[in-house]
C-alpha cells in the first residue's frame, strides 16, 4: 500500500516560483514512475510532469522549459519546480505514482497565480 503527501502549493503572482513536494511512503517499488498531473477550474485533468525510475521525464507543452521535475529516490520524494508561473498555470496539482502496475494518487495541493 502506498501514501502521497503533496505540499508547497499557494498563492503566487504571475511570472513568479513555486516548488512542490510528494513524498510516496510504503512499497515503493524500484521501478516506480512518479509525475504531477493538474485540473484547472471547469477543465479537464491534464498530464504536468513523468519522471522514471531511471531518469527520464516528460512534460507538456504548455510547461515546457518553465517546470522541472526532480526526484530523490532515497526519500521517495518527487519535486516540481516552476517559475514563470502564468495564470493558466492555476489548478489543483496532483502528485502520482505507478507503482508496481498501480497508481496511487495524492489529496492535491492548491496553485493560484494571480496578476
Known amino acids: 500500500q502506498v501514501q502521497l503527501v503533496e505540499s508547497g502549493g499557494g498563492l503566487v503572482q504571475a511570472g513568479g516560483s513555486l516548488r512542490l513536494s510528494c513524498a510516496a511512503s510504503g512499497s515503493i517499488y524500484s521501478s516506480a514512475t512518479m509525475g504531477w498531473y493538474r485540473r484547472a477550474p471547469g477543465k479537464q485533468r491534464e498530464l504536468v510532469a513523468t519522471?522514471?525510475?531511471?531518469?527520464?521525464?516528460n512534460y507538456a507543452d504548455s510547461v515546457k522549459e518553465r517546470f522541472a521535475i526532480s526526484r530523490d529516490y532515497a526519500k521517495n520524494t518527487v519535486f516540481l519546480q516552476m517559475r514563470s508561473l502564468k495564470l493558466e498555470d492555476t489548478a489543483v496539482y496532483y502528485c502520482?505514482?505507478?507503482?508496481?502496475?498501480?497508481?496511487?494518487w495524492g489529496q492535491g495541493t492548491e496553485v493560484t497565480v494571480s496578476s
Open positions: 519522471i522514471t525510475s531511471s531518469g527520464s521525464t
Open positions: 502520482v505514482i505507478l507503482n508496481n502496475g498501480f497508481a496511487y
